[in-house]
């Protein structure tokens, strides 16, 4: 009798570490983005729903002391973004975090855990795809010249374009301004302008991970902070800590 063996592979591990690059229809990324999008608001809404009556049941059964009520007047509205932003940042009561002043707040409450999602996302795409960028470049001298690839080659990888325009005040703070950010020259909304720019932020908050999680594996942790004005146009404020 003969035994026949499996032809072993003989893949070099240059092919191993730098795979065949695949590529997909670009308008399957729009698409996939939407889904995406009403995937975690759907996951969002039932993990907030079950942490809810999760503390309910502890403050019946008096484990937790209840949440204090938030007041229904602000006066001030530096007093109204402290309340919201101390009632986001509590960990330990979602009743309190679900209360608001006002009907924008209880609109920025509920997509907030979406927010937090698809920046993690965002995060992890953006480190993974920069290492890779980064494969056969030297060493960055100085922090404009990372910032200078995230405009340029982070942004043409991502987005097919080189970013419009950028600012710095040569202390740790960089504005990257795009006039035609691809994420968002599809959205629209048959309610109002306003609608629309909502949704546009919430679109923009992937993009904001992808930004941080490259700077994030070039030795950088800062924040980045997306602001929408005007559609389709997106600049991205980035802060880095002084020495940077």
């Not at 063996?5 to 590529?23: E, G, H, I, N």
């Not at 484990?63 to 204090?68: A, G, S, T």
């Not at 920046?119 to 890779?132: D, L, S």
């Not at 910032?147 to 703070?173: M, P």
Request: charged letters at 25%.
């Amino acid at each position: 009798m003969t035994s026949t063996q499996p032809a072993v592979s003989t893949a070099s591990l240059s092919q191993l570490a730098d795979p065949p690059l695949k590529q997909i229809d670009g308008a399957a990324m729009d698409y996939f983005l939407i889904e995406m999008v009403s995937t975690l608001r759907e996951s969002a809404a039932f993990a907030t729903a079950r942490a809810k009556k999760l503390e309910a049941e502890m403050i019946e059964n008096g484990l937790i002391p209840p949440p204090q009520p938030v007041p229904n007047v602000v006066k001030r509205d530096s007093t109204r973004d402290s309340v919201r932003d101390s009632a986001r940042d509590s960990t330990t009561s979602l009743v309190s975090r679900a209360g608001s002043a006002s009907g924008k707040g209880l609109v920025d409450e509920e997509e907030e855990p979406v927010r937090q999602r698809l920046e993690a996302i965002g995060m992890h795409v953006g480190a993974n795809f920069c290492e890779r960028l980064c494969l056969s470049r030297p060493l960055f001298a100085e922090t404009l010249d990372v910032i200078k690839f995230i405009c340029k080659d982070v942004w043409a990888a991502f987005w097919d374009k080189q970013v419009d325009n950028l600012r710095t005040n040569h202390r740790g703070v960089y504005v990257l301004q795009d006039n035609m950010f691809k994420p968002i020259t599809r959205l629209s909304s048959w309610e109002s302008r306003a609608d629309a720019l909502r949704k546009a932020r919430l679109y923009a908050a992937m993009p904001a991970g992808i930004i941080r999680g490259a700077l994030t594996r070039l030795g950088y942790n800062g924040t980045v902070v997306p602001e929408i004005t005007s559609m389709p146009q997106c600049t991205f404020q980035i802060k880095l800590p002084k020495g940077s």
